[in-house]
Every structure is written in structure tokens, then in C-alpha cells.
């Protein structure tokens, strides 16, 4: 080869680069994220139920917070919301986090594994254990 | 035709995926088997594409006239379009790679009152430009799927890509930027005649594969929304070479897979092998010093010589008996 040394480096490199994912985790746990509805209210309930399914919160309980921001600040619909009997305010702490009192167990657990920082924090304080 | 041709492969890749998953529910082979392999192929076949290339002699070195050649010290020469030393040829290189400076230097032709006549094109840089970085960002983003815990580099980069905070999940720049430009090397191919007559599926095919790999990607994150701890789960299981398919991921994950590892393993035999060959390009990675060095076919035979001395030695008798001149007497 020509330049064999100088290639050979490059290569080395670039597999360096390539492989970078499969040499960085080793000696690192990797847990699987348990979002944790272990809190005092939940525990209270008779039915557990949320404002919708667990598989539609899962994947877009991001639009629904967003959605009732739009409404409650922008447009002044504060009408609250009915499921089964049971009240929820459209808020992200008077409504979700009265249940979900664990910020750090329930919402931290997976948007941290994901690498998400939602901005609802620069605005909300939230303290563990407060509410 | 090659256009069609290009279209209709991608769109068949997506159809596999589908039916893999949503009708033989495959998850292993296209969760597991086929990234792994895919992977595999992309890097052995990056090396040995790269060390073939490496075993080519390269005779001469190819001066590319982009500025004045190294001359008399009192003449100004352009140091990085014509380096005459390591150093310069290490600093057109950066150029090369980090800003495209070739094709900062493209031209339109075209006729001006029956005259060719030449004008500066910069869309084509500025595309490619875009069209690179925002790549080489969508990329670093994702290692938050594979690295656990995730860096905080990765986190700042996701919120600085998402800073317009628009929607939720934020809008990510970056993948619409690759798409945009994606579709605008697209629109170029096909809306420039001259470039469309060269124009083949081996270059289609990249753009819409790419193009397919963004769109999926943002189909995902924004409409139709896939169970990213289970996504995470698979793909660090990938990295920590476990490799087991949770199920219950969206098909569309499966398809956004799945291209990318076509993608993956198209790459070392394409033009997108440029990653590597832009690094072994004589016309880049040669000093212009071909007047100050001398440089050696490395090919040449061995050639024997019979010099003007050694003639005159072997005949200069025969030569003075003729009346003939000798240098030597």
C-alpha cells in the first residue's frame, strides 16, 4: 500500500468514530426506565384511571399538556376535565402532578433514559414531596 | 428513467419493512439481524473499499491550477489552493472537507447574447453545505439512543437544534433542514438539464433513500409517535451487542430501521463512499511541488543506460582513428 501508515491511521479512525456507541457503554448500567405511580393519592384511588389510556399518555401526554396550556393561557378555557366522576383541572400541577406528586420517579425516570428536557421546569417549580 | 427506477426501489424497501412487520412480525430480523449485518457490512466494506483504493500508485502529483504556484520567493503564491508544503496541503484539506471549497468555486454556464458565458453558482455549496451539517447534527443527536446514560453534550445539542420551541416534541432544525436540502439536490438534479443528462439512478437513489430516512424519522417524532423507551431499549441492547426486540414499537420505527441500514450497507459500494475517497482525492491531498522535488514512477522498469561517457570510453580509438572529436582525450 501506498502511504500505508497514513491510511491505516485514517481507518483506525474511522472505525474509532464508527464504533464509538459499542465501546462507550461498556462498565455502564443500563436500566430500563419503571415510571413509578407510587404515590400516597394514586394509592387512594379506588379506580386508577388518568385522563386518558396509559398507551395514549405514553406517547402523546406532550400534546395533551400542551393543548391545555394553549387553552387555559392563550384562550381562558379553564372548564375542567370529567372522567368518571372524578375532576381534573387542566393544569400540569393542580391536575397531573395532585396525582403524580413524583416528579423525579414518574417524569425524570424516562425523560432522562430518552435524553428529553422538556421546558415546563423553566417555568414550574416544582419541589419533591410539596404538593 | 432513473428516476422512476430510484423512487420505486425506496418505495419497495419501505413496503418490505412494512409487510415484515406489520404482517410477518419480524422484529428480530429487521430489529437485530439485519442492523448487525448491515453494520458489519458498512465497515468492512469501508476498509477494504479504502485499502483498494490505498493500493493504487498515485505516479505524479497533479497540480489543479487554482491559484499561483510556489515560484520565485518574491512572487505571492496562494498557499492553500496551491500548497507547496504538508502544512498547506493539511489546511486545503480542512477547507475541502469542513467547507466545501471546491464547489464553492461552481460555475453556471450559459449563452448571453450567442456568447458562453460563466457566472458564479453558490446554491449548489450552500445546499451541500446544509445538506452535510445538518446530517452530521441528526446524527450526533441519536447517539442519545444508543448511549446510556446520555451525555450532557447530547442534551445540549438537542435543545440548541430545538431552540425555536416550536411544538412539542420541540421541532428538531435539523431534520427538516436535511429534508429541505435533500429535496433541493433533488430539484437541482432534475431542473438543470445538462445535470440531468448525467444524472443516474446511482444518483437518485441516495437522495430519495436519504430523503425517506429523514421523513420517516419525522413522521415519528411528530405524527405518528413510537414508544421511545422501547425504541431506546432495542438500540442500547444493540450497542451492548444483547440485541433482544421488545415488542410493540411502531412499524414506522421498523421502516425508518430498515432504510437506514440500506443506507448502510449501499455505502461502501456508491458515490457516497466520497467520506473516505475525499481524504485520497491526488487532486487534494498532493502538495503542487512537483518543480521542487523530484518524484518517481513508482511503476517504472528498471531501465539500462548507455551514457555519452561510457560510449566514448568504449570507442574513443575508433573515434580518433575517424577524425571524430572526443571529449576526453
Sequence with gaps: MYNGSKIIIGLIIFLAIATFPFYSNIGKSAGVPMPDTNTPVINGLDKKECVASAEYMKKEHMKVLDEWRDEVVREGKRDVINVGGRVFEKSLQNGCMQCHSNKSRFCDECHSYAGVKPYCWDCHHFKEGRI | ?329
Design chain 2, 1 to 329: 428513467m432513473g428516476i422512476f427506477f430510484s423512487f420505486f426501489m425506496v418505495i419497495l424497501l419501505v413496503l418490505i419493512a412494512y409487510f415484515g412487520i406489520a404482517a410477518a412480525g419480524l422484529h428480530t430480523l429487521f430489529g437485530i439481524i439485519i442492523p448487525y449485518a448491515a453494520f458489519v457490512t458498512f465497515c468492512i466494506g469501508f476498509l477494504l473499499k479504502v485499502i483498494k483504493w490505498g493500493r493504487a500508485p498515485v505516479p505524479f502529483h497533479i497540480p489543479t491550477t487554482c491559484g499561483q504556484q510556489m515560484t520565485l520567493p518574491w512572487i505571492n503564491y496562494s498557499k492553500l489552493d496551491n500548497p507547496s508544503s504538508t502544512s498547506g496541503v493539511i489546511g486545503r484539506m480542512i477547507l475541502e472537507v469542513f467547507c466545501f471549497r471546491s464547489l464553492f468555486r461552481n460555475l453556471k454556464t450559459g449563452l448571453n447574447n450567442g456568447n458562453i458565458s460563466y457566472a458564479s453558482d453558490k446554491w449548489l455549496w450552500l445546499a451541500g453545505l446544509a445538506f452535510h451539517y445538518s446530517f452530521a447534527v441528526v446524527l450526533i443527536r441519536h447517539l442519545r439512543f444508543f448511549l446510556e446514560p446520555v451525555p450532557a453534550l447530547i442534551n445540549t445539542i438537542d435543545s440548541l437544534d430545538g431552540f425555536l420551541q416550536v411544538g412539542v416534541p420541540h421541532f428538531l432544525l435539523s431534520g427538516g433542514v436535511l429534508l429541505i436540502a435533500a429535496l433541493y439536490l433533488f430539484f437541482r438534479r432534475t431542473s438543470n438539464p445538462q445535470v440531468r443528462y448525467i444524472s443516474l439512478p446511482a444518483d437518485y437513489f441516495p437522495l430519495f433513500l436519504i430523503a425517506g430516512i429523514a421523513l420517516s424519522g419525522i413522521i415519528m417524532r411528530y405524527i405518528s409517535k413510537v414508544d421511545i423507551i422501547k425504541v431506546k431499549q432495542l438500540t442500547v441492547s444493540l450497542a451492548e451487542l444483547k440485541g433482544n426486540a421488545p415488542e410493540g414499537i411502531g412499524t414506522i420505527f421498523f421502516i425508518h430501521l430498515f432504510l437506514i441500514c440500506t443506507l448502510l450497507v449501499y455505502f461502501p459500494f456508491s458515490k457516497l463512499m466520497h467520506m473516505g475517497g475525499i481524504f485520497l482525492s491526488p487532486t487534494r491531498n498532493l502538495p503542487n511541488d512537483s518543480r521542487i522535488k523530484r518524484h518517481i514512477n513508482p511503476w517504472n522498469p528498471e531501465v539500462k543506460v548507455h551514457t555519452y561517457e561510457a560510449y566514448e570510453n568504449d570507442f574513443r580509438e575508433k573515434m580518433k582513428g575517424a577524425g571524430i572529436p572526443v571529449e576526453k582525450e
